[in-house]
């Protein structure tokens, strides 16, 4: 199976996990739209939706259109699905990537950065699929695929930053919902989470810093994981909350060093992976993020 010929929509991606899946499918012939609201270079993270879409059409054969989209706001994300399909003709996929974070306490939780959080991963996540739902009804391949965490609710995963949590929870409710309501029409909703802590700019700047990425995977290994979803068949494949690495050892990986910064020493589990997860990886991992 091959995502040549079929066509993404993507909201966030012009960098980390969604920009990593956007050029692995990219490679694989399929077009990306991603929907993001970097139009100007920020001070402290690479990429704009446009520079994104250019290193995307250098790699190629599938072709990539960047478009300014604040998912928080309905019309954007109409205009931008509108754009996608102008270009391509439909769209057959659906990632919700986009993910807003803050680690702080409910003490120190502004009810703005709370409204940010919500409106963005869960509202959010909830607008692109009901919004892009008529045009993955008419495809013959059809996947949402949310990037959120399984629904464990071991009380560790709320304390110190119930907010974060509740918005990364309501985008899973999403799929466990969604994976239901549309199973008869044969979408295939589902979840993807790391098993480890990712090296992305949040893990960088807003978790940890330069010295934590040695202690993260590669975004690539998000990318090889999402796209062996997106090859399955949506009929059989719904409802699951996948983790990276059973996904990819399920495809036959058994070398996950090519997932590891040079001069990684040790792993650190991400957010929300269940213990029994944890157990079973054959990976050496400790705790630390919660």
């Known amino acids: 199976m091959s995502l040549a010929g079929k ?23 399929a077009n990306v739209a991603i929907a993001a609201k970097t139009a100007e270079p920020h001070p402290k993270l690479p990429g704009t939706v446009f520079t994104a879409a250019d290193e995307l059409n250098e790699v190629g054969p599938g072709k990539a259109i960047g478009l300014v989209c604040d998912i928080r706001h309905e019309e954007q994300i109409e205009a931008a699905i509108a754009a996608t399909v102008a270009a391509f003709g439909g769209i057959d996929i659906c990632i919700n990537n986009a993910s807003a974070i803050s680690l702080t306490d409910t003490p120190s939780t502004s009810m703005k950065r709370y409204d940010l959080m919500n409106e963005v991963n869960t509202r959010g996540t909830y607008m692109v699929s009901k919004l892009v739902l008529p045009y993955l009804q008419a495809s013959s391949h059809a ?25 990364k929870y309501g985008m899973s409710l999403c799929v466990l919902g969604m994976a239901e309501e549309f199973r008869e029409q044969g979408i295939g909703v589902n979840a993807l989470w790391p098993i480890t802590a990712v090296d992305t700019a949040a893990v960088r700047n807003v978790i940890g810093d330069d010295r934590m990425a040695l202690m993260c995977r590669k975004p690539e290994i998000m990318a090889d994981a999402a796209l062996a979803i997106l090859n399955r068949d949506p009929g059989q494949c719904t409802g699951n909350f996948f983790i990276d690495e059973e996904v990819l050892i399920e495809e036959g990986v058994t070398d996950f060093s090519v997932y590891q910064n040079e001069g990684a020493t040790r792993l650190i589990a991400d957010f929300f992976v269940p213990d029994e997860v944890f157990e079973r990886s054959p990976t050496q991992l400790v705790h630390g993020m919660g």
């Open 7 to 29: 066509t993404l929509f993507m909201s966030g991606g012009s960098r980390g996990i969604g920009f990593a899946i956007a050029k692995a499918a990219v490679e694989q012939g």
């Open 143 to 167: 996947h949402i695929l949310n990037l959120s965490p399984p629904l464990d609710l071991n009380p560790k995963w709320f304390k110190g930053h119930v907010a974060y949590t509740i918005a």
